[in-house]
């Protein structure tokens, strides 16, 4: 598949090399009117940026794809693994918000009935499930935008743009929550029934034992509802962000960027989208911890019971959550790239040709 596609990316808009409009000698967004010439730009174009930058393998070869994954576990993996105390506590929130009524008093009833070794329960099956996840968002997404840009063409990709990203990273998501839905519901169990078990080996044998393998997929259609919208406004969101930030708040075009300059564009942009995902995808969260912990109900009993309220249970704990883990994620996803030498192309600019038709050059 991976070199099936590799040969249709280099029409891709998204591809740096192929955005030559400056050395092409068209008039960027950023050009000034005709007077008398200035004093010497100092800045690169993007060709030039493309060729003084050596990469490590081609965009959308097999090894950008596989590295691209590798981007995702270790950003995904890493960044959920470090918030498993805040996640215990907003899950416990959802579950029992009688017991643990705000974020805070969530903290301290947790350290005192379970002291501070508490707080890490579930770690295991976080970073196992959400290492996979990212495997497949990250590695994923990055195949379908490659795939669904040439089955629009060049114009297309770029004018529906915000539309290719939320397709690609729904398709992506698809297969992410599939990988992620056993130990989503292995955590779930260890962080929201005290007693049950207190390890990923202890639990995952006790559910399939009582439950079969449905223990472990039961949670998955709800997942779907929390994790695709979720990742739809994560990636359509901050891809766009980007796109706004380079052109109307960061003061000099990409290219004359340095690499931490463009690392902390990622960061603020990451952060951004994470707030809209977590208010997005919070209902179904609050779906997907209820369901998990009882036996035999269903996604939509659950909510029924919760009710409009209900569902809205520890939103505060996760927008910082989430907030914090998609700008980390994002930060940590672009620095293995740049690590890596991986090709990073900028946010992508209006083809020759639709120039041409909209009557922008001459």
Same mark, same amino acid.
């Given at each position: 598949?991976?070199?099936?596609?590799? $040969?249709?990316?280099?029409?891709?808009?998204?591809?740096?090399?192929?955005?030559?409009?400056? $050395?092409?000698?068209?008039?960027?967004?950023?050009?000034?009117?005709?007077?008398?010439?200035? %004093?010497?730009?100092? @800045?690169?174009? &993007?060709?030039?940026?493309?060729?003084?930058?050596?990469?490590?393998?081609?965009?959308?070869?097999?090894?950008?794809?596989?590295?691209?994954?590798?981007?995702?576990?270790?950003?995904?993996?890493?960044? $959920?693994?470090?918030?498993? !105390?805040?996640?215990?506590?907003?899950?416990?929130?959802?579950?029992? *918000?009688? /017991?643990?009524?705000? =974020?805070?008093?969530?903290? @301290?009833?947790?350290?005192?009935?379970?002291?501070?070794?508490?707080?890490?329960?579930?770690?295991?099956?976080?970073?196992?499930?959400?290492?996979?996840?990212?495997?497949?968002?990250?590695?994923?997404?990055?195949?379908? /935008?490659?795939?669904? @840009?040439?089955?629009?063409?060049?114009?297309?990709?770029?004018?529906?743009?915000?539309?290719?990203?939320?397709?690609?990273?729904?398709?992506? +998501?698809?297969?992410?929550?599939?990988?992620?839905? !056993?130990?989503?519901?292995?955590?779930?169990?260890?962080?929201?029934? *005290?007693?049950?078990?207190?390890?990923?080996? #202890?639990?995952?044998?006790?559910?399939?034992? +009582?439950?079969?393998?449905?223990?472990?997929?039961?949670?998955?259609? %709800?997942?779907?509802?929390?994790?695709?919208?979720?990742?739809?406004?994560?990636?359509?969101?901050?891809?766009?962000?980007?796109?706004?930030?380079?052109?109307?708040?960061? *003061?000099?075009?990409? @290219?004359?960027?340095?690499?931490?300059?463009?690392?902390?564009?990622?960061?603020?942009?990451?952060?951004?989208?994470?707030?809209?995902?977590?208010?997005?995808? $919070?209902?179904? #969260?609050?779906?997907?911890?209820?369901?998990?912990?009882?036996?035999?109900?269903?996604?939509?009993?659950? &909510?029924?019971?919760?009710?409009? /309220?209900?569902?809205?249970?520890? &939103?505060?704990?996760? =927008?910082?959550? =989430?907030?914090?883990?998609?700008?980390?994620?994002?930060?940590?996803? #672009?620095?293995?790239?740049?690590?890596?030498?991986?090709?990073?192309? *900028? %946010?992508?600019?209006? %083809?020759?040709?639709? /120039?041409?038709?909209?009557?922008?050059?001459?």
């Amino acid at each position: 598949m991976f070199s099936s596609v590799a $040969h249709l990316a280099r029409a891709n808009p998204f591809n740096a090399p192929h955005l030559q409009l400056v $050395h092409d000698g068209l008039a960027g967004p950023r050009s000034s009117p005709a007077g008398p010439p200035g %004093p010497p730009r100092r @800045s690169r174009n &993007l060709a030039a940026a493309a060729v003084e930058e050596q990469y490590s393998c081609e965009y959308a070869s097999g090894r950008f794809f596989i590295l691209c994954g590798l981007g995702g576990i270790i950003s995904c993996g890493t960044t $959920h693994t470090a918030l498993v !105390p805040l996640d215990l506590v907003k899950c416990r929130m959802q579950v029992d *918000p009688q /017991k643990y009524k705000g =974020i805070f008093n969530g903290f @301290s009833v947790t350290l005192k009935e379970d002291g501070v070794r508490g707080l890490a329960k579930g770690w295991a099956p976080t970073f196992i499930g959400y290492s996979l996840q990212g495997l497949c968002k990250f590695g994923f997404y990055e195949v379908f /935008k490659v795939l669904y @840009s040439n089955v629009l063409g060049e114009e297309n990709a770029y004018v529906w743009r915000t539309s290719l990203y939320l397709a690609a990273s729904a398709s992506a +998501e698809f297969f992410a929550d599939i990988a992620l839905a !056993p130990m989503e519901a292995t955590k779930v169990r260890i962080q929201t029934q *005290p007693g049950y078990a207190n390890t990923l080996r #202890d639990a995952a044998p006790k559910m399939y034992k +009582e439950e079969g393998l449905k223990a472990f997929y039961k949670g998955v259609a %709800p997942l779907w509802m929390r994790q695709i919208p979720y990742t739809m406004m994560k990636f359509a969101c901050f891809e766009r962000t980007v796109e706004a930030l380079y052109k109307f708040v960061v *003061p000099k075009p990409r @290219s004359e960027c340095s690499k931490p300059e463009q690392l902390v564009v990622t960061f603020v942009a990451g952060y951004i989208a994470g707030v809209f995902c977590a208010i997005v995808s $919070h209902p179904a #969260d609050s779906v997907v911890s209820v369901l998990n912990k009882e036996k035999g109900s269903s996604a939509s009993q659950v &909510l029924q019971r919760l009710g409009f /309220k209900g569902v809205w249970k520890g &939103l505060f704990a996760r =927008i910082i959550m =989430i907030g914090t883990l998609t700008a980390l994620q994002w930060f940590i996803y #672009d620095s293995v790239k740049v690590y890596f030498r991986l090709p990073r192309p *900028p %946010p992508p600019e209006m %083809p020759e040709s639709l /120039k041409k038709k909209l009557g922008l050059t001459q």
